[in-house]
């Protein structure tokens, strides 16, 4: 249940380790279920399967038992990323978890890959705000 994946505290597997001092507890939707590894939209499941140049050469009850294979996996990873949806907002709401604040999602993402674009934003956003995207305190002075 989230064992062997990284970031994730041996202790509690809803905790995680948060840069910049944020509580371990806070944690997003999008990462409680990467823990459980339901985080894509599209499962993937078939994908290469259905895409792929077999298909053409297939008969017609050779294509239907595939898809129908591919339709159970998908149902089956959609009804656990379904569950695991219902488990993160019970966990919310009973306050054994709570969803990151605005600027705790910018410092998490200031915090990864520096060479994506998308940290760079972060960064720039932190650094409007006034606040020092490597420890999550507010910079001193007054910028404007």
């Known amino acids: 249940m989230g064992s062997g994946i990284s970031g994730i505290a041996s202790a509690n ?13 806070a944690i ?3 990462e409680f279920l990467d823990m459980f590894g339901v985080g894509d939209v ?15 050469r297939m008969t017609s009850k050779q294509r239907q038992k595939i898809l129908a294979e591919m ?14 949806r219902e ?9 054994t978890i709570r969803d ?3 600027i705790e999602k910018i410092i998490t993402r ?10 760079q934003a ?3 956003m932190a650094e409007k705000r006034n606040i020092d995207w490597k420890t999550g305190k507010k910079l001193k002075g007054d910028k404007k």
């Open 28 to 30: 997003t939707l999008e």
């Open 71 to 84: 339709t159970t996996e998908n149902e089956s990873y959609y009804a656990k990323r379904a569950a695991v």
């Open 100 to 102: 990151k604040t605005s």
């Open 42 to 56: 599209a499962s993937g499941v078939g994908i290469d399967r259905y895409a792929g140049a077999n298909m053409t």
């Open 122 to 124: 972060a960064r720039r």
């Open 13 to 25: 597997p809803y905790k995680i380790d948060n840069p910049a001092g944020i509580p371990s507890n």
């Open 110 to 119: 200031a915090n990864q890959n520096p060479d994506l674009s998308s940290t």
């Open 87 to 95: 488990k993160y907002k019970e966990l919310t709401a009973n306050g």
